[in-house]
């Protein structure tokens, strides 16, 4: 089974800085989905980005980048000019890219986010 | 879209009683997924459903648990009898395809 790894129960970040999450992740697959998700107070799941395995290029969106190391498989998030609206649980998760085996996602524990102004 | 609904959002039941969640996915997916968040085991798998039929229970806890997808619109989660250690936050979440899975509002069973 795989197994989704954060290390880092708690972050702190000031406000405009930056601040990278860490995730490990154990799976003897090759092909599959690296996702980060932010899970605010209101404790809706909302998708930051994804990462897909076959590709080289680390995703971006907007301030939130990520640095995919497939073969120490590691999956951080960047998040860059830190706002007070990131303050959030954040979950890293992996997907397999098989479709008899379903895409539910394996979760890790989390990293809760502290922005300070 | 109205995104994946579910209900009850909050749910205060007595031990012994039972506990039915609904959710309804988004119009055209094919997949539904229930999760259960707690802060001792954080999010988990419950089971799958693909074409409303269910692929892998195999995180359901125990026969106390039960799911059923009667159609593409709407899915059901119940717990008889539940217990204290079933409060958690419960999460429905959909997908199309190979896409990206939409999760809805959560509910939160509080069992005492």
């Known amino acids: 089974a795989q197994t989704v790894t954060q290390s880092q129960p708690e972050m702190s970040v000031q406000e405009a800085e930056t601040v990278t999450l860490s995730c490990t992740y154990d799976t003897s697959e090759s092909d599959y989905y690296l996702f980060w998700y932010k899970q605010p107070p209101s404790r809706q799941m909302i998708l930051v980005i994804r990462?897909?395995?076959?590709?080289?290029q680390n995703a971006t969106e907007n301030r939130f980048s990520v640095n995919f190391q497939k073969a120490a498989k590691s999956f951080s998030l960047k998040i860059s000019d830190s706002q007070l609206g990131d303050a959030a649980m954040y979950f890293c998760?992996?997907?397999?890219?098989?479709?008899?085996?379903?895409?539910?996602?394996?979760f890790g524990k989390g990293t809760s986010l502290l922005v300070t102004p | 879209d109205a995104g994946v609904i579910q209900s009850p959002r909050h749910e205060v039941t007595e031990m012994g009683q039972e506990v039915t969640l609904r959710c309804k996915p988004i119009s055209g997916h094919n997949s539904l997924f229930w999760y259960r968040q707690t802060m001792m085991r954080g999010l988990e798998l419950l089971i799958y459903f693909n074409n409303n039929v269910p692929i892998d229970d195999s995180g359901m806890p125990e026969d106390r648990f039960s799911a059923k997808m009667p159609n593409a619109s709407f899915s059901t989660l119940k717990i008889q009898p539940s217990e204290p250690r079933d409060s958690a936050v419960y999460f429905c979440?959909?997908?199309?395809?190979?896409?990206?899975?939409?999760f809805g509002p959560g509910t939160r069973l509080t069992v005492t």
């Open positions: 979440a959909s997908l199309r395809g190979f896409g990206e899975q939409y």
């Open positions: 990462q897909e395995a076959y590709k080289q």
């Open positions: 998760a992996y997907r397999r890219d098989n479709s008899n085996s379903g895409y539910a996602l394996n």
